[in-house]
């Protein structure tokens, strides 16, 4: 009988971690482009509370995190423990190429939010994510 190899616990929340916060800087870039933007919290020129597009922006990033980190995390657990098929193994490659591919071709454009909203913005998207990938991840490693 084969013996089950494992790696350290550290290094597959990390990898999860990283991961989800790619995922989430891609859903962040993607949404930008058609009106999702976080850069709307920080916006004076409107009369609303909040944008509707900024609080979707908000729980879409937050919720692609949490899910990309969760996932990676018992993909990664599932592939050293080798139960992972190896056509299951290349379709998610190429999904995971495909959308960061859009997210590069999204960011590549000109940015219809102003500079400082949209700094401020991508750093909101970059700590959201890594928190949400972190818990995502961490979740499914006390799981495992």
């Keep these: 009988m084969a013996e089950t190899t494992h790696f350290p616990r550290y290094l597959i929340l990390g990898g999860a971690m990283i991961s989800g916060v790619l995922l989430a800087l891609a859903v962040h870039m993607l949404g930008a482009r058609y009106g999702l933007d976080l850069g709307g ?18 729980w879409l990033i937050a919720g692609v995190g949490f899910t990309g980190g969760y996932f990676t995390a018992n993909l990664m657990h599932s592939a050293v423990s080798g139960h992972i098929p190896h056509r299951m193994r290349q379709f998610l490659i190429v999904i995971g190429v495909l959308i960061l591919a859009g997210a590069g071709q999204a960011a590549s454009a000109p940015s219809p939010i102003p500079t400082i909203s949209g700094v401020l913005a991508g750093l909101a998207a970059l700590c959201l994510g890594g928190v949400m990938a972190f818990c995502g991840a961490y979740f499914a490693m006390r799981k495992a």
């Design 41 to 58: 919290l920080w916006r004076s020129d409107t009369k609303d509370f909040m944008p509707a597009g900024a609080a979707i922006a908000w």
